[in-house]
């Protein structure tokens, strides 16, 4: 059975670079994102119909919950799951449904200051009248609750340092032959792909 390794975070808080670090770190491993399920729910309901936030879909979180047991029963890596959850209801309904199910999860959040969040969107080309800059506040507030720990201050770690310390909470030992110039070429992938998606 796989374990799970779920990287919370606000929007912009570096998750799924760090999960795809990670990724490239243990060869048993695979990326596995929900918003993929999310941007399909939008996609093909009518526009009168559909939510804000696909989060607030109500076949979202059952969807993904599912979908997440189904391939950990098979799976013998890790599956790293980089998705923003700031309702502790949807919390419940997919990390409290996987833990019911005996699925090993481990559930780290990226944190940031206000100042360098919004920095970081402006960088991914997110202005003030983005969804994800209208959301910081709130996303800050609600996942500096004790329920979403364990807590990254990403001000003061690198990418490399998350995962490391990531890696070390759950207990797996990681190795990276990549170079310099392969990491910096894998990480602006990430990042194109990501600003593409938002488009």
Not at 1 to 28: H, Q, R, V
Not at 43 to 58: A, C, E, G, H
Request: proline share 4%; charged share 25%.
């Amino acid at each position: 059975m796989a374990s799970i390794i779920w990287i919370n975070g606000t929007f912009g808080s570096g998750k799924t670079t760090t999960a795809y670090e990670l990724n490239k770190c243990l060869p048993d491993s695979f990326v596995y994102d929900p918003e993929y399920f999310g941007y399909a729910l939008m996609r093909n309901t009518p526009k009168i119909l559909v939510k804000s936030n696909f989060q607030y879909d109500p076949e979202w979180a059952p969807i993904v919950a599912g979908h997440l047991a189904r391939i950990a029963q098979s799976y013998t890596g890790v599956l790293i799951v980089p998705m923003t959850l700031m309702n502790e209801a949807l919390y419940d309904r997919i990390i409290g449904r996987l833990l019911k199910n005996q699925i090993h999860v481990r559930h780290f959040t990226l944190m940031l200051r206000k100042e360098t969040l919004l920095k970081r969107l402006h960088s991914r080309l997110e202005g003030r009248h983005s969804w994800a800059y209208s959301q910081a506040e709130d996303c800050l507030k609600e996942l500096s609750k004790k329920k979403y720990q364990i807590h990254l201050q990403m001000d003061y770690y690198s990418v490399e340092e998350a995962v490391r310390i990531i890696a070390k909470q759950s207990e797996l030992a990681i190795s990276d032959t990549r170079s310099p110039l392969r990491k910096r070429l894998d990480r602006l992938n990430v990042k194109l792909r990501e600003i593409s998606l938002f488009k």
